[in-house]
């Protein structure tokens, strides 16, 4: 698994942002990467002051900002003049109604036209904006909501309806709440948010912003437990720029398509600030995940750049490589992923299917921008996150009983990934738990939870998250290296993989498995995964059980829940769900 390695011949990319690696982490510094945005008099910062409005007074302002396609493929446009100003009367309906700096701003929209809009609105008037994922149920949206004070509420009124509307008195901080697609005059308690914005002015005086404002909330995916509320403030945004500029290559002619959605730290870092900053033009598509729709767009709206996700790419692989290649995907120029570990077949499917490899890169909710990353002008090795952005030092490290906390220099061994911090879109806490934001940080270094190797060229490799790790007969087995190997099987579509404890082992290996079309679950081909596995991976390692499943347990934004598999094999508590997605209940 760690053997391969896809070339980048010299001088392919030499129109690169980042050339040479080596090199660009030599010469790279924060302060250089904050003089590349403009701030605000005084030492201010403003996160859609940098997006649009730098781009407005650079004379940038008649180029597409965003294209935004609607379920029946119809389209509408907005330049960065035409979404600012837009931005504009967002921010002045929150001023004129005493909405101030510090407020916050709770959006419950999906991928809907009026998103972008209320987000950079928000910025520029002070808020706080914090999304909301669409498919949450009430309770979720309660809860988010409480832990975060929601002052302001933007929604559709059908949501409102079935959603909020029930339980809202109980919460008094709520003062106002926006509602898109009123079907007549809004219920009781809220305002049109169609008719607000249309009395209020196209011009707005960013209110100023100190660095170290707040700026976001975004919760976390809930795949470990109950989600946090990570603080986000306007320095982020020079993460978000030089990120998008050195990891996912935005440059100012780029039509940029980041599939997460918006209700995801993703879908606002990548799918909004950062390819604005980098004066790209996003697309934004309303739909749901579907094949020939995703395809289709690749190549009519001729993207450059596209960044999605494993649990996107698996499914693409599931349809099969032909029909990529009906279509004309030539443009795309860097393809990227995130949100959880990219099996090395996914990456070496990308080069069958699309001519080049998919980069896969590593972050967090709490780290607020791309850490480790597979670059444009580097080599990549299938199956590994990466090498860390210039200007973040990372480590493996260890933790010890007594609380420190030690670096583990020998290449290939697995440990803790942790960050120095000290990069401007690091968490600055999470909202009303401080002890569990302590907690993270041990001798200089922040650490992820995450657990990882590095190997001599300093790529790092995924191993688990800490609580998903394997102890079986004193071997660490993470749970990505096992699911890898049974991927490499035609039959298998996703696989999920436990630890299950047993008396003389400790753990043993458990797999869940879902097939690819066209195979069905049969004890031949139960034995047949099992013997595939001993082969590639030992018996050690290898799953001593497998299981066929229609779907794997995951979270709405994608990421399979080991825990839940865990809990519902030994029959324990299922634990907070809310971000379970809902054909699983
Ligand atoms: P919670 O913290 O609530 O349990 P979560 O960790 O899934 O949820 P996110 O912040 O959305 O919430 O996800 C970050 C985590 O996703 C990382 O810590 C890591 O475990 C996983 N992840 C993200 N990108 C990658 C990647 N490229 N390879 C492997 N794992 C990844
Ligand atoms: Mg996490």
């Known amino acids: 698994m760690h053997g391969r390695r896809i070339r980048k011949p010299p001088g392919e990319c030499q129109d690169a942002n980042l050339v040479d690696y080596e090199e660009g982490v030599h010469k790279f510094s924060w302060a250089e990467a904050h003089a590349l945005l403009d701030g605000l008099p005084g030492g201010g910062l403003n996160i859609t002051h940098e997006a649009i409005d730098r781009h407005i007074a650079g004379g940038r302002g008649e180029r597409r900002a965003l294209r935004w396609i609607g379920r029946d493929d119809q389209f509408r446009d907005w330049t960065y003049a035409a979404l600012g100003a837009a931005a504009n009367r967002f921010a002045y309906v929150l001023a004129s109604r005493g909405v101030s700096k510090g407020d916050h701003v709770f959006t419950l929209l999906g991928r809907a036209p009026e998103l972008y809009a209320v987000l950079l609105g928000t910025l520029k008037s002070g808020g706080v904006f914090s999304p909301l994922f669409s498919a949450f149920g009430p309770e979720p949206i309660k809860a988010r909501m409480t832990i975060?004070?929601?002052?302001?509420?933007?929604?559709?009124?059908?949501?409102?309806?079935?959603?909020?509307?029930?339980?809202r008195k109980e919460l008094a901080a709520l003062e106002h709440v926006f509602l898109t697609e009123c079907s007549g005059s809004p219920p009781e308690g809220t305002i049109d948010l169609a008719a607000a914005m249309e009395s209020s002015p196209a011009m707005f005086e960013t209110v100023w912003t100190a660095p170290e404002d707040i700026a976001l909330v975004h919760f976390t995916s809930g795949t470990t437990g109950r989600p946090k509320g990570a603080v986000h403030v306007h320095e982020a945004v020079v993460s978000h720029h030089v990120t998008g500029r050195l990891a996912l290559d935005l440059k100012p002619d780029d039509t940029f398509w980041c599939t997460a959605d918006p209700g995801w730290v993703t879908g606002v870092s990548y799918g909004v600030i950062s390819p604005l900053t980098n004066g790209c033009s996003l697309i934004v598509d309303q739909a749901e995940f579907d094949v020939e729709r995703w395809y289709r767009i690749l190549e009519r709206e001729r993207v450059t750049v596209w960044y999605t996700a494993p649990t996107a790419i698996r499914m693409l692989m599931k349809a099969g490589v032909e029909i990529a290649r009906r279509f004309d995907l030539s443009r795309l120029r860097l393809i990227a992923s995130v949100g959880e570990p990219l099996n090395p077949e996914a990456v070496a499917w990308g080069v069958e299917a699309f001519g080049k490899p998919i980069h896969d890169n590593w972050w967090q909710t709490e780290t607020g921008g791309i850490m480790i990353s597979n670059f444009r002008s580097m080599d990549v090795k299938p199956g590994s996150m990466g090498r860390p952005l210039p200007g973040v030092a990372a480590g493996i490290v260890e933790r010890h009983g007594d609380g420190s906390v030690r670096e583990i220099e020998t290449p290939m061994t697995k440990g803790e990934l942790a960050l120095r911090p000290g990069w401007p879109s690091m968490m600055r806490g999470y909202l009303h738990e401080e002890e569990r934001y302590r907690k993270c940080f041990a001798g200089g270094w922040y650490l992820t939870g995450d657990l990882a190797m590095r190997d001599d060229e300093g790529y790092y490799w995924f191993v688990g998250r800490a609580d998903d790790v394997i102890k079986s007969a004193g071997h660490l087995i993470g749970p990505f290296e096992v699911e890898s190997a049974l991927m490499?099987?035609?039959?298998?579509?996703?696989?999920?993989?436990?630890?299950?404890?047993?008396?003389?082992?400790?753990?043993?290996?458990?797999?869940?498995?879902?097939?690819?079309?066209?195979?069905?679950?049969?004890?031949?081909?139960?034995?047949?995964?099992?013997?595939?596995?001993?082969?590639?991976?030992?018996?050690?390692v290898a799953p001593k059980d497998i299981a066929f499943r229609q779907n794997l347990p995951k979270t709405r934004s994608g990421k399979i829940m080991r825990r839940l598999l865990k809990a519902r094999e030994l029959g324990l508590p299922e634990g907070d769900l809310s971000t379970l997605e809902s054909e699983e209940r």
Request: aromatic share 6%.
């Open 148 to 167: 975060g004070e929601a002052r302001v509420l933007v929604t559709s009124e059908a949501f409102y309806r079935r959603k909020v509307e029930p339980w």
């Open 488 to 540: 490499e099987h035609p039959a298998v579509a996703e696989a999920g993989v436990i630890g299950v404890p047993e008396p003389t082992m400790g753990e043993v290996v458990k797999a869940f498995v879902a097939l690819r079309n066209g195979f069905e679950p049969s004890e031949a081909l139960r034995k047949e995964l099992l013997g595939h596995a001993r082969q590639r991976l030992g018996p050690a």
